[in-house]
């Protein structure tokens, strides 16, 4: 694989790291190495280098700021792609903001608030980028990243396609797209308004977080999705699962819908807790939780 690599690095001018651990670039510091972590320059780099996998049919997966990311502890076969280059926004009409998927949510919605646009406030606080968001339609208080969103520029079978909201399949968390879809960047549709109110929107969302999501460790958010009408933290405290501990990874004792790195944790410890968390909240409530953060890699 190293000389199907080398034939790729030879005309990359971008980051590539070869054998990376994913606990570098995991917000949940946990998970094995990736064959190559690859950080392109800018599209021609990213086009390049998707066409070399593609032809040498190495599997690839973006990356964006890893919050919502769990590898396994063997790591990733393959390549993993990190758009953090890719961080420009643009205002390309009067209520209409272009976000490269390397731009984190917040300069997004301050974007946006220098130029009196709002809508899209709720994204300030959740951690990650444009193109995770995207992917996982990123939302808070009822609200989806994809609800203001009216297109996607995506790389699509190595070129560049623009697809509209409406020809995509998304919902609660959720994003379809086929595989080697990276997003490039998102279309938001946004409407006017005052920047104090977006001043005040993004400090109340920043306050709710402090007094909500303080949980003193490395976490990847909300590990489960919350079943219709249900809120996962209350059928895990149900469960009797808050503070529960597999190795290192811990059911947070502030939110029990987190789950922590308490330190030295593996991302086998965390696959084994969420399954204990599973289990318990099936046999007392009979709801089958689902995991929202993303599972990838081999195991050890
Ligand atoms: C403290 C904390 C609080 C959080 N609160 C919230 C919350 O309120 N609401 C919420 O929705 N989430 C929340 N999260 C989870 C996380 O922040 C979001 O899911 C976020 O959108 C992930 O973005 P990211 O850039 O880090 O994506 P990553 O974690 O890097 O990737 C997530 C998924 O998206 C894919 N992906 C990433 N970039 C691209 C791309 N360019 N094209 C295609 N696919 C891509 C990845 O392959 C992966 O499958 C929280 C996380 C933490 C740690």
Known sequence: ??????????SFRGEFLENEPLSRHTSLKVGGP??????????????????????????YMPRGGGYNLLVRDGGIRGAVISLERFTQVEQIGPDLIRAWAGAENLAVVRFAQERGLGGIGFISGIPGTIGGAAKMNAGAYGSGLLEWTRSLTLLRRDAVAECGISELDYGYRRLSLLPGD?????????????????????R???????????????????????????ASWRLI??????????????????????????????????MALAARVKEAVLQT????????????????
């Open 182 to 202: 990276i997003v490039l960047a998102a279309l938001f549709q946004l409407e006017p308004r005052d920047p104090q109110q977006t001043e005040e929107e993004i």
């Open 1 to 10: 694989m190293s000389s199907v690599y080398d034939a790729i690095r030879r």
């Open 285 to 300: 409530s009979g709801i089958a939780l689902e995991e929202e953060v993303r599972i990838v890699g081999e195991d050890a």
């Open 204 to 230: 109340n969302d920043f306050e709710l977080r402090r007094s909500k999501h303080g949980v003193g460790f490395p976490s990847a958010g909300s590990f489960f999705k919350n079943p219709p009408g249900k």
């Open 34 to 59: 990736a064959d190559l972590y690859a950080v392109p320059a800018d599209l021609d780099d990213l086009l390049a280098l998707v066409r070399g996998l593609t032809a040498h049919g190495v599997p």
């Open 237 to 270: 405290d149900a469960a009797g699962m808050r503070g529960a501990a597999v190795g290192g990874a811990q059911v947070s004792e502030v939110h029990s819908n987190f789950l922590v790195n308490r330190g030295g944790a593996t991302a086998a410890d965390f």
